[in-house]
């Protein structure tokens, strides 16, 4: 079965980075359209950065500027890289990819930036 995995996660603070990555397994050959998603407690889960199998991306408003999201469809696998993090940013990360018009979202992963 097709499997996402993140990793990356972690504390940091406020003006840091960090570096989330996003691996598939199972034998498929890519995804479509994969983003990144993010919940922070009482919240709903919203987009963060999405990009299309031919690369075209969008980002949330809050995160333009700042978050940039990539892929590698030979490695099958989409990062999200976060510069001067804020203490909004402070969610649990989730990877989706769509593969035949169905969704499949990793297991998350905690990002916390504070001081």
């Known amino acids: 079965q097709v499997q996402l995995v993140e990793s990356g996660g972690g504390l940091v603070q406020p003006g840091g980075s960090l570096r989330l990555s996003c691996a598939a397994s199972g034998n498929i050959f890519s995804f479509g359209a994969m983003g990144w998603y993010r919940q922070a407690p009482g919240k709903q889960r919203e987009l963060v950065a999405g990009i299309t199998s031919g690369g075209s991306t969008n980002y949330a408003d809050s995160v333009k500027g700042r978050f940039t999201i990539s892929r590698d469809n030979a490695k099958k696998t989409v990062s999200l890289q976060m510069n001067s993090l804020i203490p909004e940013d402070t969610a649990v990360y989730y990877c989706?990819?769509?593969?035949?018009?169905?969704?499949?979202w990793g297991q998350g992963t905690q990002v916390t930036v504070s001081s």
């Open positions: 989706n990819g769509i593969l035949n018009r169905a969704n499949y």
